[in-house]
């Protein structure tokens, strides 16, 4: 399974992004699907999740900013950045936890400048 994430891009702050992750290859029995964020000099954190059965989570930083959304069927999800303010400066990961393992995306980089 190989998950590819796109999206991220350079925008001023109060702009939107849209991040997409797709997985390919054997895709079967995916369950939780998520986002995380690793900004510079600072540890990987869970951004949000979003389960099989279509339950959302979310850090306290980005609730009602940033909505997860996806199927995890297909080994599709996406991250809908809204409001943006340069602490979201990050790059941004997706996860998928399948039945083989879990399975990292390489991250895309999303940067707000003030």
């Known amino acids: 399974v190989q998950l590819q994430a796109s999206g991220g891009g350079s925008v001023q702050a109060g702009g939107s992004l849209r991040l997409a992750c797709a997985a390919s290859?054997?895709?079967?029995?995916?369950?939780?699907m998520r986002w995380d964020r690793q900004a510079p000099g600072k540890p990987r954190e869970l951004v949000a999740a979003?389960?099989?059965?279509?339950?959302?989570t979310y850090t306290d930083s980005v609730k009602g900013r940033f909505t997860i959304s996806g199927d995890n069927a297909k080994g599709t999800v996406f991250l809908h950045l809204r409001n943006l303010t340069p602490e979201d400066t990050a790059a941004y990961y997706c996860y998928a936890d399948t039945s083989l393992g879990g399975f990292w995306g390489q991250g895309t980089l999303v940067t707000v400048s003030s």
């Open positions: 979003i389960s099989s059965g279509g339950e959302t």
């Open positions: 290859g054997i895709i079967r029995s995916i369950g939780l």
